[in-house]
């Protein structure tokens, strides 16, 4: 049973960068057809999907998000990381990392489905 959990700092202030770390256990994250994302849940409003990580080391995110985030994994730990920068008190949020299915749509590896999820990892961003 593949298990998740996120870490990282509670608070970032504005205008820094948001890092947090999700370490895997029970499967690997190279192992084929899996992928390994990023989603927030902000405070009164629904699940974001902000990006992915595919097996291979690809990356896919959301265009909403593209020029501030970065994805990135340590293989040798079991670790994907998030890098969210130029933060503002819009992207206080709870953070979810999960893992599921990809397909191949082309160009990138999506997620199909998100069958692991970590507990979730509350940020603020404030000064």
């Known amino acids: 049973q593949v298990q998740l959990q996120e870490s990282g700092p509670g608070l970032v202030k504005p205008s820094q960068t948001l890092s947090l770390t999700c370490t895997v256990s029970?499967?690997?994250?190279?192992?084929?057809?899996?992928?390994w994302s990023w989603i927030r849940q902000p405070p009164g409003k629904g699940l974001e999907w902000m990006g992915v990580?595919?097996?291979?080391?690809?990356?896919y995110y959301s265009p909403s998000l593209k020029s501030r985030i970065s994805i990135s994994r340590d293989t040798s730990k079991n670790q994907f990381s998030l890098h969210l920068t130029s933060v503002t008190p819009e992207d206080t949020a709870v953070f979810y990392c999960a893992g599921g299915g990809t397909y191949y749509g082309g160009t990138y590896y999506y997620p199909s489905d998100f069958g692991s999820w970590g507990q979730g990892t509350q940020v603020t961003v404030s000064s």
């Open positions: 029970g499967g690997s994250i190279t192992t084929a057809n899996y992928a």
């Open positions: 990580i595919a097996f291979d080391g690809s990356t």
